[in-house]
């Protein structure tokens, strides 16, 4: 079955200490997103990629980095994580932009700092 | 600007019960409207959507919503809860546009319980 896929889905890191949590999808999608979901919290949009053009959503902080080498996968990275980033992280896809367009997620990574 | 609003942060309720979950939404343009759920430490799963047509649409596992234009509203339905529907339910808004992104409701928790 086509999906979407986070590895790991539990992460655990220390303070300050890089971490790089990962995204794959089957689906062949153009556009791939990163969410933070903190508890009992709505998702909130970190950036997207569409094909290789990198969007920032303006309140993210600079400490939030992403990479998409390719169609088919694309990284958080995290370069000096706190306290306040424990959070589950969303990895979204869709086919194209636009407001009717469905995002298909994946399981989610939780990210426990230390 | 777009935004949803959830009222209940809870919903509990008795399986075999019916249910409903209230979700309205803000947006001086035509919208787009998602119900997607989420199971403990799970992705976000896609029950229906509402783009255009039938103000009554029908989902994934029984539910289904109504678009109501005049009330900004888009409630979800089952008329008989099982114990596997226990679960966080998001509501999310988009809009006409290649830019628009998603929305969401701050979410409500569905306990179902015998």
């Known amino acids: 079955d086509a999906m979407v896929i986070q590895n790991p889905r539990y992460q655990v890191t220390q303070f300050g200490k890089p971490v790089t949590l990962s995204c794959s999808q089957t689906?062949?999608?153009?556009?791939m997103y990163w969410y933070q979901q903190k508890s009992s919290q709505a998702p909130k949009l970190l950036f997207h990629y569409y094909d290789k053009d990198f969007n920032n959503e303006a309140d993210t902080p600079d400490n939030f980095q992403s990479r998409r080498p390719n169609t088919s996968f694309c990284f958080l990275d995290i370069r000096s994580p706190g306290l306040g980033d424990a959070a589950m992280y969303l990895c979204?896809?869709?086919?194209?932009?636009?407001?009717?367009?469905?995002?298909?997620f994946g399981p989610g990574t939780r990210l426990l700092v230390l | 600007a777009q935004s949803v609003t959830q009222l209940d942060s809870q919903v509990p309720v008795f399986e075999e019960a019916p249910v409903e979950l209230r979700c309205n939404y803000s947006?001086?343009?035509?919208?787009?409207l998602f119900w997607y759920v989420q199971y403990p430490n799970q992705g976000l799963q896609l029950l229906l959507k509402?783009?255009?047509?039938?103000?009554l649409v029908k989902g994934i596992n029984g539910f289904e919503a109504e678009f109501n234009k005049s009330q900004t509203s888009f409630h979800l339905r089952k008329p008989s809860v099982h114990i596997s529907d226990t679960a966080e339910y998001f509501c999310a808004v988009s809009y006409t546009g290649t830019a628009s992104k998603l929305t969401f409701g701050t979410g409500t928790r569905l306990q179902v319980t015998l």
């Open positions: 689906l062949n999608h153009n556009v």
């Open positions: 979204a896809t869709s086919r194209d932009m636009g407001g009717m367009k469905t995002q298909y």
């Open positions: 509402y783009l255009s047509g039938s103000t």
């Open positions: 947006s001086s343009v035509s919208v787009y």
